[in-house]
T-cell receptor, first 110, second 114 residues
Framework: NAGVTQTPKFRVLKTGQSMTLLCAQD?????MYWYRQDPGMGLRLIHY???????AKGEVPDGYNVSRLKKQNFLLGLESAAPSQTSVYFC?????????FGPGTRLTVL | AQSVTQPDIHITVSEGASLELRCNYS??????LFWYVQSPGQGLQLLLK??????LVQGIKGFEAEFKRSQSSFNLRKPSVHWSDAAEYFC????????????FGTGTRLQVTL
């Protein structure tokens, strides 16, 4: 099992550009999450999904959209990137009372 | 709303010394509590978790944590630190809501001197 994978690992965008981050899990988990990690702030929940076709807002959803068309995939989109979205993004899926994390995507917005 | 406080931003210990990382939570009901470790450039790995029962929880890599309801704390301990333990440690609290969302503390960076 690959667990939770994220694509890409690194990305540099210019302000106003758009992009999509892909998260995939092979553990047949229902719940999936997107977090961002910023220095001194820990991890903050952006959006989450409790099953295929469902999404919900987390703590810091502004500027992001998500989709969960397939159970194994959870996509995070930035429609018009801003420098404030420079961060490390982590995806997670939840098994029995435990969240499993991907390796992260480091995004820089210039 | 639930919250987690990790009062120590940065801790330095000598290899072989004992370690205690502090975590305090605020939550109305009985929480689910977690400790994660993040090595540089890596994702988060679960060290241990508490749901119920014995308040002293054993985890991987020789770590343990004790849940103290009266103090709203879930401190992480290790009797003898190894250089490879240098990393960032995150405490998190969750609950059995419909989404089992976690709230993370801001993390404690551990430096180990030889």
């Amino acid at each position: 099992n690959a667990g939770v994978t994220q694509t890409p690992k690194f990305r540099v965008l210019k302000t106003g550009q758009s992009m999509t981050l892909l998260c995939a899990q092979d553990m047949n988990h229902e719940y999936m999450y997107w977090y961002r990690q910023d220095p001194g702030m820990g991890l903050r929940l952006i959006h989450y999904s409790v099953g295929e076709g469902t999404t919900a807002k987390g703590e810091v959803p502004d500027g992001y959209n998500v989709s969960r068309l397939k159970k194994q995939n959870f996509l995070l989109g930035l429609e018009s990137a801003a420098p404030s979205q420079t961060s490390v993004y982590f995806c997670a899926s939840k098994g029995y009372n435990e969240q499993f994390f991907g390796p992260g995507t480091r995004l820089t917005v210039l | 709303a639930q919250s987690v406080t990790q009062p120590d931003i940065h801790i330095t210990v000598s290899e072989g010394a004992s370690l205690e990382l502090r975590c305090n939570y605020s939550y109305g009901a009985t929480p689910y509590l977690f400790w994660y470790v993040q090595s540089p450039g890596q994702g988060l790995q679960l060290l241990l978790k508490y749901f119920s029962g014995d308040t002293l929880v054993q985890g991987i890599k020789g770590f343990e944590a004790e849940f103290k309801r009266s103090q709203s704390s879930f401190n992480l301990r290790k009797p003898s630190v190894h250089w490879s333990d240098a990393a960032e440690y995150f405490c998190a609290v969750g609950y059995t809501g419909t989404a089992s969302k976690l709230t993370f503390g801001t993390g404690t960076r551990l430096q180990v001197t030889l």
